[in-house]
Antibody, heavy 123, light 107 residues
Framework: EVQLVESGGGLIQPGGSLRLSCAAS????????MSWVRQAPGKGLEWVSV???????YYADSVKGRFTISRDNSKNTLYLQMNSLRAEDTAVYYC?????????????????WGQGTTVTVSS | DIQMTQSPSTLSASVGDRVTITCRAS??????LAWYQQKPGKAPKLLIY???SLESGVPSKFSGSGSGTEFTLTLSSLQPDDFATYYC?????????FGQGTKVEIK
């Protein structure tokens, strides 16, 4: 069964750091495009970052320079390192498969989502 | 960035109704558009990809159409399980962007 399970969320003070993990099963993280998407309380969905199977990464402007997406192929796990956290980063963070956008090939929608992990940035 | 605008923001409908949600992109995204359904406290679920392709396992009551900048999601014969929030998303270019959502409520 294809599944994504996030962990690592919690309450953190502004300026702090947190690392989210996403364990995949039923497919390989290394062989897929993998994204993080977040949803602030009562708000819509916001794409955060993607990592390609080849290692290329992209970020939303709102997190660029503060967040880093990575993976551990041996553990089949995706990560999101979040530094310099702000109150506006408070959200449910979803790990997801897909999210490939290109001008010269077949793009790939996000088709599998984890259950989400909650990050609250507050003093 | 490509802005995605959904209408309406809220839609009140009855069981058995046929409803249509519109999504407009601020520039052409070809057919790189997906539709998601989200229920409270749950992760989004992919319904439609590439504007009109039905995701495996999704009932055929859901259909999508459009290309370029204007897209629609149609739900035929609404059932209680269909009352949820629906989002469109473009995956033509980064940053990937979502519409603000359309909440389908029971009239």
């Amino acid at each position: 069964e294809v599944q994504l399970v996030e962990s690592g969320g919690g309450l953190i003070q502004p300026g702090g750091s947190l690392r989210l993990s996403c364990a995949a099963s039923g497919f390989t993280v290394s062989g897929n495009y993998m994204s993080w998407v977040r949803q602030a309380p009562g708000k819509g969905l916001e794409w955060v970052s993607v990592i390609y199977s080849g290692g290329t990464t992209y970020y939303a402007d709102s997190v660029k320079g503060r967040f880093t997406i990575s993976r551990d192929n041996s553990k089949n796990t995706l990560y999101l390192q979040m530094n310099s956290l702000r109150a506006e980063d408070t959200a449910v963070y979803y790990c997801a498969r897909g999210g490939y956008a290109s001008s010269w090939s077949v793009n790939i929608a996000i088709d599998v989502w984890g259950q989400g992990t909650t990050v609250t940035v507050s003093s | 960035d490509i802005q995605m605008t959904q209408s309406p923001s809220t839609l009140s409908a009855s069981v058995g109704d046929r409803v249509t949600i519109t999504c407009r992109a601020s520039q052409s995204i070809s057919s790189w558009l997906a539709w998601y359904q989200q229920k409270p406290g749950k992760a989004p679920k992919l319904l439609i990809y590439r504007a009109s392709s039905l995701e495996s396992g999704v009932p055929s009551k859901f259909s999508g159409s459009g290309s370029g900048t204007e897209f629609t999601l149609t739900l035929s014969s609404l059932q209680p399980d269909d009352f949820a929030t629906y989002y469109c998303q473009q995956y033509n270019s980064y940053p990937l962007t979502f519409g603000q959502g359309t909440k389908v409520e029971i009239k």
